[in-house]
């Protein structure tokens, strides 16, 4: 079965995740499901005469949806039948397309990667051409664009309340992972009824780091395939992309986050290959790679990729 959720006031919730919220849709697991988003509040759109397409239910959005904390617009829950809290909900992204043909990245001062050097507000806005797949910077380089999501998460559990978009946790939510594009697998620990998937803040392309708090923010239309796990257990999310396993830590302490990912590596490479702890942190220390995801979201984000060829169950 393939559903469509649309963008609008009555799908979008925005800045928050909360178990309590009614689902906009609900699938059953293993259906497909086309999400459409959009992005930033009215300081971030374009004069509507500079000849830009705005997706016209941002408007909407603005005019008629409470912004309830700080964060993002979401679009969402889905709730997938089935899903319980202790199961997995995996996420097969299919297929990322863009919506617009802008995006804006802005600096903001007391924020980022370097919070005091930057004290002028800033918000630019970054033409788009959709066929060549590039972004026009104003000293005229076109940027390759590599479009993902910033924002997948399920609920939290209902005891955490409502939750700002801004902060990943356990849940996912900002991750932040430039290594979730079309073609990867998420994979998200359920937290409560029904899991409540939601996704935002697209990005046309972004770094490791997201230093300035911004990528090349924009609109989004993602298709993924939800599916509900209950043969696999995690505490934390982690990733597949067709080459590699993606581990993932997020505290406010980038040592913290770093030892997160690993633990959770080497968890994963005894799980898959019968290996020891020692072999396994040892593997880690050859050939996987401790990447910084983002540090400007409050909880910071470190993740290991670990090359899915170079892992060989124990000779019996």
Known sequence: MTHLLKASPETCAWGYFDATLKPALEV???????????????????????????????????ARSERQLPGHILTGPVAVKGAKPGHVLQVDILDVKLRQDWGWNMIRPLAGTLPDEFQTYRNVIIPVDLE?????????????????????????????????????????????????????????????????????????????????????????????????????????????????????????????????ALRDMIALIVDR?????????????????????QTVNGNKGVHMMMETALLQSKAS
């Open 28 to 62: 059953n697991s293993g259906d497909v499901v086309t999400i459409e988003t959009v992005s930033g509040g009215p300081d971030q759109i374009p004069a509507q005469d500079a000849g830009f397409h705005i997706p016209p239910e941002l408007f909407d959005i603005h």
């Open 132 to 260: 060549a797949m590039t972004g026009r910077m104003s000293w005229g380089l076109d940027l390759p664009l590599k479009p993902f999501f910033g924002v997948m998460g399920v609920a939290p559990p209902p005891n955490w309340g409502r939750i700002s978009t801004i902060q990943p946790r356990a849940h996912g939510g900002n991750i932040d992972n430039k290594e979730l594009v079309a073609g990867t697998t998420l994979y998200l620990p359920v937290l409560t009824e029904g899991a409540l998937f939601s996704c935002g803040d697209g990005h046309g392309v972004q770094g490791d780091g997201e230093v300035c708090v911004t990528a090349i923010e924009t609109a989004l239309e993602d298709t993924f395939r939800l599916s509900v796990r209950d043969d696999l257990k995690i505490d934390f999310p982690r990733a597949e992309t067709p080459t590699h396993l993606i581990t993932m830590g997020m505290h406010e302490d980038l040592d913290r986050c770093a030892e997160m």
């Open 273 to 293: 290959t019968g290996l020891s702890r020692e072999d396994a942190y040892m593997l880690c220390s050859l050939i996987g790679d401790l990447r910084v995801t």
